[in-house]
């Protein structure tokens, strides 16, 4: 008898960064907001923006590019918030645009290349190849390692 396995799809959103494109799971997301100015929390790491206010909900934005090491993002109104639900956690994440959401299957997603370093394997959970070029998936456990962003969530 045959045994067939059965691969079963799963959806990201997909957004430039930098130049590159990334893309998270659609399951983390809860919604995607315009741009809007972030009231600034002293002594906070250099990648949070600061916090919103989400339907009476204080909400930290955290500036993907700056968490990633693609230095710090100038918002304009092009730019968009993906709100994700990180652990139990709910973040905004500051992105340049969303560009797509796509379909992929397990099988389609490579594994982290051996020569990236620990850094780089905690926030990129694995490579999609496209026709345009290569997608990073990224982990959204990594974004907020800190106990004191945790607490602002």
Not at 40 to 53: E, K, M
């Amino acid at each position: 008898m045959q045994q067939t396995t059965l691969i079963q799809p799963r959806e990201l959103i997909a957004f430039h960064l930098g130049g590159q494109e990334f893309c998270v799971d659609i399951r983390s997301v809860l919604e995607i907001r315009g741009w809007a100015p972030a009231t600034p929390i002293p002594q906070s790491p250099s990648y949070v923006r600061g916090v919103i206010n989400l339907r009476g909900t204080v909400l930290p934005i955290v500036d993907l590019a700056a968490r990633l090491g693609l230095g710090t993002s100038e918002p304009s109104a092009r730019h968009v918030i993906i709100v994700a639900r990180i652990n139990s956690k709910t973040v905004g994440l500051l992105v340049e645009a969303v560009s797509d959401i796509l379909t992929v299957s397990d099988d389609l997603i490579q594994h982290t290349p051996d020569v990236a370093c620990d850094t780089v394997r905690s926030f990129v959970k694995g490579l999609i190849a496209q026709e345009t070029g290569m997608i990073s998936l990224i982990s959204l456990d990594g974004i907020l390692p800190d106990a004191a962003v945790a607490e602002a969530a």
